[in-house]
């Protein structure tokens, strides 16, 4: 999935490690992530948060996507800063789960993130015809 994940790569997102669901991933903050007040831009660090939930939850098999996610963010993140997520499930009924992302530089944790999973039918990311 990573390897055709075009928007992680553009990110500069590194995938660190990927086990049945748990992921980590990594992405250093550049000059042009940071927002008017000079801190990491909340979209980027949810990027971050995001994919390292996809790996998670696409470690199963079957195509998974997000249902739902929501982020608290507790500390800023700043140009030079590595962020590295950590992706664990923590539910997994049918083709439903429930994962939680932790967003840390170092020890300390700049984001909590939890994303909602369902598992879908491959036919569901055909293009639909224009």
């Known amino acids: 999935m ?3 994940d ?13 086990a049945l669901g748990h ?4 992405m250093k903050v550049r000059e042009d992530m940071v927002n008017g007040h000079g801190i990491a831009h909340g979209g980027l660090v949810f990027a971050l948060a995001d994919t390292a939930f996809a790996c998670a939850c696409n470690s199963f098999g079957p195509v998974t ?6 982020i608290t963010y507790l500390r800023p993140g700043r140009a030079g800063d590595v ?3 950590e ?14 992302v932790t967003v840390r530089r170092g020890t ?3 984001a909590e993130f939890r994303g909602h999973s369902r ?8 293009r639909e015809p224009e």
């Open 119 to 126: 598992e879908v039918p491959a036919s569901f990311l055909a």
């Open 6 to 18: 075009r928007a992680s790569a553009a990110l500069g997102i590194e995938l660190v490690s990927c």
């Open 108 to 110: 300390e944790v700049v």
């Open 83 to 85: 962020l590295e997520a």
């Open 2 to 4: 990573m390897s055709g």
């Open 23 to 26: 992921a980590i991933l990594r």
């Open 65 to 70: 996507v997000s249902s739902g996610a929501e």
């Open 87 to 100: 992706a664990v499930l923590r539910a997994r009924q049918g083709r439903s789960g429930l994962y939680d």
